[in-house]
């Protein structure tokens, strides 16, 4: 199992950027993809990103490309989340996830570890 911790999130003002970081720990080594996703209130929860751990590819869902970036800190175990030009529709909770296997890497219901969340608020 993999435990996970998110920092980073607050409100900001449209226009502005956050970082959120997602500390790794426990049976890191087991991690193929660490994936950020999002819950806004009445909506479900939505793939942001995610990345390959030993090689680092990168995915991004189409409304946050060129806005976000995800990244790697491999002797950290740490993943992160950089945004820019945020925007109100950005508001969520912000989760970051780990999936053992390859493939499929926007479906939520394929990570096996999740962090508690943290929340991100965009005013307009």
């Known amino acids: 199992q993999v435990q996970l911790v998110e920092s980073g999130g607050g409100l900001v003002q449209a226009g502005g950027s956050l970082r959120l970081s997602c500390a790794a720990s426990?049976?890191?080594?087991?991690?193929?993809?660490t994936g950020w996703f999002r819950q806004a209130p009445g909506k479900e929860r939505e793939f942001v990103a995610a990345?390959?751990?030993?090689?680092?590819?990168?995915f991004y869902a189409d409304s946050v490309l060129g806005r976000f970036t995800i990244s790697r800190d491999n002797a950290k175990n740490t993943v992160y989340l950089e945004m820019i030009s945020l925007k109100p529709e950005d508001t969520a909770v912000y989760y970051c996830?780990?999936?053992?296997?390859?493939?499929?890497?926007?479906?939520?219901?394929?990570?096996?570890?999740w962090g508690q969340g943290t929340q991100v608020t965009v005013s307009s």
């Open positions: 990345i390959s751990w030993k090689l680092g590819f990168t």
């Open positions: 996830a780990a999936k053992k296997i390859n493939g499929n890497y926007r479906s939520w219901y394929e990570y096996d570890d």
């Open positions: 426990g049976r890191t080594f087991s991690t193929f993809f």
